[in-house]
Nanobody, 122 residues
């Protein structure tokens, strides 16, 4: 089993920045893909960004390109730097992991964190 713990959520004004962190523990993988998804009230969970250690590639949702950056220190820690935040970014952000290969759908990920809430005020 893999455990994921997110941190870094909070309240921020529009135009501000936040950085989320996610640390994996347990039976971790050597070259996983780790991702961020988000779920706003009344909406489905959606893909935000992912990083694959097997190919060294990243992927972003169109809505966050140019504003969010995903990175990782190793195959166990991933960050999401969020700049120029907008009220529509308000959501619970979830960290997710899968053993290998880039993916952008929720069903492709086996492991999930508990989520961290971000509220962007206008």
């Amino acid at each position: 089993q893999v455990q994921l713990v997110e941190s870094g959520g909070g309240l921020v004004q529009a135009g501000g920045s936040l950085r989320l962190s996610c640390v994996a523990s347990g039976h971790t993988f050597s070259a996983p893909t780790m991702a961020w998804f988000r779920q706003a009230p009344g909406k489905v969970r959606e893909f935000v960004a992912a990083i694959s250690w097997s190919g060294g590639i990243t992927n972003y949702a169109d809505s966050v390109k140019g504003r969010f950056t995903i990175s990782g220190d190793n195959a166990k820690t991933v960050y999401l730097q969020m700049n120029n935040l907008k009220p529509e970014d308000t959501a619970v952000y979830y960290c997710a992991a899968r053993q290998i290969g880039m993916a952008t759908t929720t069903w492709a990920y086996n492991y999930w964190g508990q989520g961290t809430k971000i509220t962007v005020s206008s």
